[in-house]
């Protein structure tokens, strides 16, 4: 058991309240660092308390964080991505935060994210995910290199006893830092899978090319879903420890919503800022793993001399430079791309870098930025028009930015592929590829069929 010093929590608690004014509800933010705990622990334990959990974890730094709970929503229908930042903006401002720490993940947090395409009317499938929706939790660890951090985050006012609220946060802290309260779930065994329309979706993808050659774009995305039955409800728990042990040089998330459970890995990231220093990625590109050493640095090579590939890595190179130039300088980005290699695939990848000018923001940034080329299309405004036509899919929040932001400038974003929406033993999975004027309708079927390894690998697939 990690013990809390209940006593200087209470006297935090005593001077915030303190400070608020009459008639008026604050968010107090206290941040403490504590002794090593396990997140996926932490994550499991939760579940006796809550049925809306975060998980965010970049898996090659090391770097977690965990929401339990929610003490705050932030949540946006129209212009989401300025409405999301005023209210965080004015949660800041008022909210009373106690962090000596200053580090990045650490003070008051919010975790969340967005739809892929707003003006798509939303299906049953995602109706607990809003268009932007980002939570600040009640309760909230995170792992970096400076060490093991606990975040409290309640609401009061004048009125509130710090005694009582010191007692309640007490005994739920016990029960989250118990690393004997919970074993994790056993792993999923898969009972059925079905595809959701294949046929249709590769007429759309002819009907694309057709699009394409007619001069009204360049690229199309185009996703499919694929439906999985599971023997027993799934524990996100299991899933997640599979997808941290599997799935190495990537983003691992969860986000709950009520009991649905939008889960992953993507590696790739939208957008990182750390102070005024930005950094996003482009990964597009994509090819199988070799089965031996040979075998794969062959299908590295050819993936590196694709024509299609280098095309398509490129849309998305220039994009990411184009949108970066509205809000940063010093922008810096490699002659050509290399190989980012994952377990079961790898990919085009090349790093931008670039330094934040001032009076802007994360939000400037992903706004600019999605969607990618490489979820959307080139034209943007062409590739989206025909996706909302004839894709006839609720992406939700498949394709979409997912991150977080805290109180100290510091956030990071990732594009959510490779994930699936779990609903008790029911999970939605969606993949997606780039369609060009000389695209093979089958080709872009198996290409989209690799994709969804990952996922089921996870599931017992």
Same mark, same amino acid.
């Given at each position: ?183 994790? /779930? #056993?792993? *999923? &065994? $898969? ?12 007429? %759309?993808? +002819? =009907? ?125 980005? /490699? #002659?050509? *791309? &290399? $190989? ?12 931008? %870098?670039? +330094? =934040? ?105």
């Amino acid at each position: 058991m990690i013990e809390i010093k209940e006593e200087l929590l209470e006297s935090k608690l005593a001077e915030a309240i303190h400070k608020i004014d009459s008639n008026r509800t604050k968010l107090i933010s206290i941040t403490r660092k504590i002794n090593a705990v396990e997140p996926l622990h932490f994550f499991e334990n939760a579940k006796q308390l809550t049925k809306d959990r975060t998980f965010w974890s970049s898996t090659a730094d090391q770097f977690y964080i965990v929401g339990v709970g929610k003490s705050y929503t932030i949540s946006a229908e129209a212009n989401r991505f300025q409405q999301t930042e005023k209210l965080w903006e004015s949660l800041l401002q008022d909210a009373i935060i106690d962090n000596p720490f200053q580090v990045p993940g650490t003070g008051l947090l919010s975790l969340g994210g967005m739809s892929f395409d707003p003006d798509i009317r939303k299906s049953r499938l995602w109706e607990k995910f809003g268009h932007s929706l980002f939570t600040v939790p009640e309760y909230m660890l995170t792992v970096n290199e400076s060490g093991y951090f606990l975040t409290v985050n309640v609401q009061a006012d004048e009125r509130s006893n710090p005694g009582k609220l010191a007692d309640s946060i007490k005994q739920h802290e016990s029960l989250l830092l118990n690393p004997c309260e919970s074993s994790f /779930p #056993d792993e *999923p &065994v $898969i009972e059925w899978q079905e595809e959701i329309a294949p046929r249709d979706w590769m007429d %759309t993808v +002819k =009907l694309a090319t057709e699009t394409i050659n007619q001069g009204d774009a360049d690229k199309i995305v185009l996703a499919r879903e694929l439906r999985v039955k599971l023997k027993h409800s799934a524990g996100i728990s299991a899933v997640l420890d599979n997808l941290i042990y599997t799935q190495s040089n990537s983003y691992i998330f969860a986000f709950e919503q009520d009991g649905d459970c939008f889960v992953g890995a993507t590696p790739e990231r939208l957008a990182k800022v750390e102070g005024s220093h930005v950094l996003s990625t482009c990964l597009a590109g994509t090819a199988p793993r070799g089965e031996t050493s040979s075998e794969d640095n062959q299908i590295a090579k050819n993936l590196l001399d694709d024509e299609k590939n280098r095309s398509e890595h490129e849309f998305v190179v220039s994009m990411i430079k184009h949108a970066m130039e509205h809000y940063c300088t010093d922008i810096k980005i /490699p #002659d050509a *791309p &290399v $190989i980012y290699p994952l377990k079961n695939l790898q990919h085009l990848f090349t790093p931008v %870098t670039a +330094k =934040l000018s001032a009076g802007y923001s994360i939000f400037d940034i992903i706004g600019k930025l999605h969607p990618t080329p490489a979820l959307g299309g080139v034209p943007r405004k062409e590739s989206i028009e025909f996706i909302r036509e004839h894709e006839q899919l609720d992406r939700g929040w498949y394709g979409a930015p997912i991150g977080w932001l805290d109180s100290n400038g510091n956030g990071e974003f990732a594009v959510a592929i490779r994930s699936g929406l779990i609903q008790g033993d029911e999970v939605s999975l969606f993949a997606g590829c780039g369609v060009v004027k000389d695209s093979d309708p089958m080709a872009e079927y198996e290409e989209t069929a690799i994709k969804f390894t990952p996922m089921l690998s996870v599931l017992g697939g």
